[in-house]
């Protein structure tokens, strides 16, 4: 429980605006969802102190965005530090919160620190343009700009790293910062918020406000005046009500929403090497990430050997207490079980078999393999988000293109070939933002995160990620 944390002053149990732990009236509870037991209760935020905190972003704004791009890339490094010496006491945290592993844990804070490292280098980088102009009277320059506070809702599959992937990209750009992470999992970033404040970045720049009340938070953090950008990591539907909301004032939003990841084993795939990265894109976090595959459609001359491999590899994987050394913790809690049981069941009766099906723990879903589906099943149109393993199956290159492309998601895709032709055919063609080519494991702060279609817009990380938090500007210089 919280007592193992060696670093107790991580434990906070209200929102952080201001530089200033604010109380409430009403509590709720964190709860663990391996055992339901409640971790700690936390203040439930008000709607009013969640306007405290726009106003006291958009006074910090100002002095903010006028520091020098070497100035915040320090404070960065100095909280990314924080984190790092804290790795151990926010991995258990995280666990207590969310349920994965706890190996995953300290992966997922690994890779929430390295997009702090990641922006606080990017922001040394932030370059303007000069253009040939019409006449050798004028000069044109173009040149970027923060644009101003901007407010995140994030979900509870990383806690740590959702938060990261935004904050640090909006402080870095010069943009003080506001985000509502899931109520589900608010310590990881109170934890968060209490070593900002040890690492000196200034009150009102970097902000949390936690509350049971997404719908009417939400609402001023989509309608708000004051609040020149919007960026949301969750599911479709919540996204685009969102996106509609945050019309009312022509924010500049980003989604990064829903996926439903093909994952191909064409016949020429090294049959080992798929496996295991299904293994990895299938069971990752008990198969609760957006870029989780969804739909594995496998060659009709390697079905049977590869179900042989897979199956043997997934039943090494032992599920309980993320706090133990299992591989697969609980889900989320009793609704997202019911979820993927209706699912399975709906699936069982439109003609999927159960393959494989291995033992859970209370409050998780057994690792499951069902063979026989197809594209027109409910499973194969939505997001399972849980630990099953839907197999599919093809009997040409560009029928498993097709079927892969046959979802209104656009997030990732994972293929498995041997043949450097079939490859780029196969990339050219793929409606997703992020591919893994033989790799089950893509996410990189260095590389570009986000979809297509109905995964939403932006991009996160990368030597773009700092622009959906920049404006540019023009400057047309005449008689010169
Ligand atoms: P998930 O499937 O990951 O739970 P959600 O989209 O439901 O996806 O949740 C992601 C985040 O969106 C969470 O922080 C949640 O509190 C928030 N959220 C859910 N519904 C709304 C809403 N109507 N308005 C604003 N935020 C919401």
Not at 225 to 250: C, E, N, P, R
């Amino acid at each position: 429980n919280l007592s193992q944390l060696k670093n107790q002053s991580l434990i906070k149990q209200s929102s952080f605006v201001n530089g200033s732990w604010l109380s409430s009236k009403n509590s709720f509870d964190v709860v663990n969802p391996f055992n339901n037991e409640s971790l700690l209760q936390v203040d439930d935020i008000e709607i009013t102190q969640v306007e405290d905190a726009v106003s006291a972003a958009k006074s910090a704004q100002q002095a903010w965005q006028s520091t020098t791009a070497y100035e915040r890339a320090a404070q960065l490094k100095k909280w990314g530090e924080l984190l790092t010496e804290n790795l151990d006491d926010l991995a258990l945290l995280l666990t207590l919160e969310q349920g994965k592993p706890l190996a995953e844990a300290r992966g997922e804070i690994k890779y929430g620190i390295s997009y702090i490292e990641w922006f606080c280098e990017e922001a040394k980088r932030v370059y303007g343009d000069t253009i040939p102009a019409l006449s050798n009277s004028q000069q044109v320059i173009v040149t970027k700009h923060p644009v101003g506070v901007v407010a995140a809702i994030t979900p509870w599959n990383f806690p740590n790293a959702m938060n990261t992937r935004k904050a640090a990209a909006a402080l870095a750009a010069g943009c003080c910062f506001i985000v509502k992470p899931s109520e589900l999992t608010p310590l990881s970033a109170l934890a968060m918020a209490e070593l900002s404040l040890q690492a000196g970045i200034p009150k009102g720049v970097f902000n949390v406000v936690v509350g049971t009340n997404a719908k009417a938070i939400g609402e001023v953090l989509t309608t708000h005046a004051d609040i020149a950008k919007f960026s949301f990591t969750g599911s479709t539907a919540v996204g685009k009500l969102l996106t509609q909301q945050a019309a009312s004032t022509v924010k500049r939003v980003s989604m990064e929403l829903g996926g439903n990841a093909p994952f191909i084993v064409f016949d020429d795939a090294d049959l080992e090497a798929a496996a295991t990265g299904l293994i990895a894109a299938k069971f990752r976090n008990a198969g609760q990430t957006c870029v989780c595959a969804n739909r594995i459609y496998l060659a009709e001359s390697i079905k049977q050997p590869f179900l042989a491999i897979f199956t043997e590899k997934l039943k090494q994987l032992t599920q309980g207490n993320g706090l133990n050394d299992v591989q697969l913790g609980p889900l989320i809690n009793q609704a997202a079980i019911d979820k993927v049981t209706e699912l399975v069941d709906t699936a069982l009766s439109e003609g999927a078999h159960i393959h494989y099906q291995g033992e859970a723990s209370a409050t998780g879903y057994p690792a499951t393999i069902l063979t026989n589906c197809n594209n027109t099943m409910e499973i194969a149109q939505n997001e399972i988000f849980g630990p099953v393993a839907t197999i599919f199956s093809f009997d040409n290159e560009q029928s498993a293109i097709n079927l892969a492309n046959d979802t209104e998601y656009g997030l990732a895709a994972y293929f498995y070939s041997q043949n450097i032709n079939r490859i780029m055919r196969a990339a050219n063609q793929l409606k997703f933002g992020m591919l893994g080519i033989n790799e089950g494991i893509i996410s990189n702060a260095a590389a570009p995160f986000g979809g297509v279609k109905q995964s939403g817009y932006g991009r996160e990380g990368s030597k773009v990620g700092l622009d959906d938090y920049l404006e540019t500007k023009y400057l047309c210089l005449g008689n010169l």
